[in-house]
């Protein structure tokens, strides 16, 4: 059987932002690799002293195009660059390029985003809202566009428990247009103040921006054949272009990282929550079937004379019948850390897990600062500038940022996800899957852990590299277990010798 989803990007004319990001790398390798896509044109930024050509190479120079590279040596013809900033007014479009893009653009991807949890409001509010209300607007001005995607987060709401796949203006303190009418008269600095009181239960300004930036998509993008993505926690591929690919050190990602070096040792997490965490192949893999989707049902809508109801949401996070609960996500790499032990970890890894924040903040002191003040002092005696508090410091702010995310137990509709998986054909749902139902995750974290080592810490799986860490890994291990027979020894002696002077014993 013919794929839909193919024939729907053959030939189609592609316009996508935050191509530079993980998502967006991904989703333009598979539009390259497995669709004829006409064109696609990159909302790109210009930097100083780097042509954006240059920047385009880069990162097409990656490892994760060398499978499309075999395939299709001129791959990089169909890809286009466009000079803009989503912070700056009119998106930084010049005249030509937005005329360009409102002729020939017929889909288009808005996944650009500053995912930072420390971000100032007033820049999340530009970044995060205000461009994606330019964004609207522009698509508007499309007069062939077929869909458009908004790429949200599955957090957007997450001062709620029970989330459903509809908008929720009712949670928010105020409105986008209210916000950024008030980023727009007051300074940035009042505004950062403002900051606390504006996000009220949001953890951070991300949520809290990716939430009014739903709205505007929801209030003005009424009219567009268009949808809202909302992937949980994106890890590393499954499988596809290549098994465990990752670039970044989001989420759960800096935790697998840290634990790896046998840096991180202590983490707080809810091990009896549901863990949000989701492939990144997959996540392509809706993003192009949301799109497909979403035309098609304009398309009818437009057959039956039908007026266009609220952007349809699709909220993406495990499914109830195959979940994977945070203490089963700790399972699952404590058991395979020796498979892929790294050559430059500096201590045995392992990971004390607690959801009480005075345990968390108790095994923080003796695993973590503890041993940073003797290395700290070993190094200042060796003249060396003491670095291991400040590593610790930002360890645990990242901690901290993330706690929310680990410790809450949030429930979600998945009805989208399940009409759009019917409307897919078996060949479709084979090119294009998605189905975490049967997602078996024993294998997917080995994958993972397999994409950690290659392309976060640059080792290779060659049998010497691989041997090699085993070994370190076993001498740590034998090291570990006689530094904690000394700590538990020398107090129990000093206990021991006083119950002595005291004659009980």
């Given at each position: 059987m ?64 060398s ?11 169909r ?7 989503c912070?700056?007014p ?11 893009l409102t ?7 808005h996944?650009?985003?500053?995912v ?6 007033s ?6 809202v ?5 964004l609207?607007q ?18 957007s709401?997450?001062v709620?428990e029970?989330?459903?796949e509809?908008?929720?203006p ?15 008269q007051?300074?940035s ?12 239960k ?31 926690m ?20 800096s ?10 040792r202590?983490?707080i ?8 965490v ?12 949301s ?6 049902q ?6 039956k004379?039908?007026e ?7 909220n ?7 979940p994977?609960k945070?203490g089963?996500?700790?399972e699952f ?22 959801s009480?924040?005075k ?5 923080i002191?003796?695993?973590?600062n ?13 003249g ?16 901290r940022?993330?706690?929310p ?12 996800f399940?009409?759009?998986?019917r ?8 090119l294009?899957?998605f ?9 997917y ?9 290659v ?22 291990l034998?090291?570990?277990y ?12 000093m206990?021991?010798c ?8």
């Amino acid at each position: 059987m013919d794929s839909e989803i193919t024939d729907f990007y053959k030939n189609k004319t592609i316009f996508l932002t935050g191509a530079s990001g993980f998502l967006g790398r991904l989703v333009i390798e598979k539009l390259l690799r497995v669709t004829e896509v006409k064109r696609i044109y990159i909302l790109i930024r210009p930097k100083r002293g780097v042509e954006i050509q240059q920047r385009i190479d880069t990162f097409m120079s990656s490892f994760l195009f060398s499978e499309v590279s075999k395939s299709n040596p001129n791959y990089k013809d169909r890809l286009s660059p466009i000079a803009g900033d989503c912070a700056l007014p009119d998106l930084g479009l010049s005249v030509a390029n937005r005329k360009l893009l409102t002729e020939e653009v017929q889909v288009m991807f808005h996944s650009a985003a500053t995912v930072s949890f420390e971000e100032p409001l007033s820049t999340a509010v530009h970044i995060n809202v205000r461009g994606t209300r330019l964004l609207v607007q522009l698509a508007k001005q499309m007069p062939r566009l077929e869909a458009f995607v908004y790429v949200s987060t599955a957090f957007s709401n997450c001062v709620i428990e029970k989330i459903g796949e509809r908008f929720y203006p009712e949670i928010l303190t105020c409105t986008a247009d209210q916000m950024m009418s008030l980023n727009e008269q007051l300074s940035s600095d009042l505004i950062n103040k403002m900051a606390p009181a504006l996000l009220e239960k949001f953890p951070n300004t991300y949520t809290f921006t990716k939430a009014l930036a739903e709205q505007v998509v929801q209030t003005e993008g009424r009219d567009l054949p268009a949808c809202v993505f909302r992937p949980c926690m994106i890890m590393p591929t499954f499988k596809d272009p290549i098994k465990g690919w990752i670039d970044n050190f989001y989420g759960p990602i800096s935790v697998i990282y840290g634990s790896g070096f046998g840096v991180l040792r202590v983490m707080i997490f809810n091990k009896e929550a549901k863990g949000n965490v989701v492939p990144a192949d997959y996540c392509v893999n809706l993003t192009l079937a949301s799109a497909w989707h979403s035309a098609k049902q304009a398309a009818d809508r437009k057959v039956k004379m039908i007026e266009s109801p609220e952007p349809t949401v699709y909220n993406y996070v495990p499914t109830e019948q195959n979940p994977i609960k945070w203490g089963k996500f700790m399972e699952f790499l404590d058991s395979r850390k020796h498979l892929y032990a790294l050559n430059q970890m500096v201590w045995y890894p392992f990971l004390l897990v607690t959801s009480n924040m005075k345990i968390f903040e108790l095994l923080i002191a003796v695993y973590h600062n503890f041993p940073a003040f003797l290395i700290d002092t070993w190094l200042r005696l060796r003249g060396q500038q003491p670095r291991m508090k400040k590593i610790y410091s930002k360890i645990h702010r990242g901690i901290r940022n993330i706690t929310p995310f680990g410790i809450t137990d949030w429930t979600f509709e998945m009805n989208n996800f399940e009409r759009l998986m019917r409307c897919m054909s078996p060949q479709d749902q084979k090119l294009f899957g998605f189905d975490l139902r049967v997602l078996d995750w024993s294998e997917y974290f080995n994958s993972s852990l397999y994409g950690f080592r290659v392309f976060l810490a640059k080792e290779n799986v060659t049998e010497e590299s691989l041997r090699s860490g085993k070994k370190r890994f076993d001498r740590l291990l034998i090291l570990n277990y006689l530094v904690h027979f000394v700590a538990l020894s020398i107090p129990a002696g000093m206990v021991w010798c006083l119950l002595h002077l005291l004659n009980i014993v």
